[in-house]
């Protein structure tokens, strides 16, 4: 069994030394908890799979201290005239405590390399055709999404490219489920396609923060769902 890990942040504030010349930096620290999925520890979360009972895709969990979250992968190819492929994470974060909890996007790691939520547009929002045309490889318009569509990806909440440090609050006895998408980072090969059809290749890290802590969730790709239909 592993430990869960624990990481330091430590941001450096220096005085400006104006009223006090003998004054001196100041050293702030800030440390999370990291619960990887799957790696659970007496003192840790604990992690579960459930299947969904209406989609049959697989959701995976992490409860910890009267907080649940759970979150699900699912993919789709770009439209007919883009390329690449878009990956999508919902995730649904249970507060049984007392108190409300903060929710922050953590980040996204496809084979070690980090992917930005893109921009969303709801649908009927209006775009012209020069900023969709010079942002489309940063922003994805919903309702051209099959998975958005079919209700695989929740609309109540997305972490976008708009708002990348906005906080997000889960008050006692609720929950809120958060959706992003991303676009694969890599140049090469990110889809298998065999007879029975095609999966991302690879492992990928979906990252979020609820207070001091940090869910991680670890997806080999082919445990991603096909929801373009």
Known sequence: MKKACIFVLAAFLCSSGVFDQDSKSVIKTEAWIAFVWGEDAPSGAVSST???PVTGSTIRKLAYAG???SSRLGFERAGADEAGTFLNFTTTIANSTDSTLSVRHGGVLVDGLAASPLRVVSPGAHVNKREHKNKRDDMVQLET???FTSGFLSSDAFFSAETPSEVLTV??????TVSSIIR?????RPLLCTVDGCQPTGLIRYFIKVNRQEYVFVWPGRSAVYCGK
Request: aromatic share 4%; hydrophobic share 30%.
């Open 50 to 52: 459930v299947q969904d």
């Open 145 to 147: 999404l099959r998975c």
């Open 184 to 188: 694969d980072p890599r140049n090469y």
């Open 67 to 69: 907080t649940e979250v």
């Open 171 to 176: 008050a006692p006895q609720t929950a809120l």
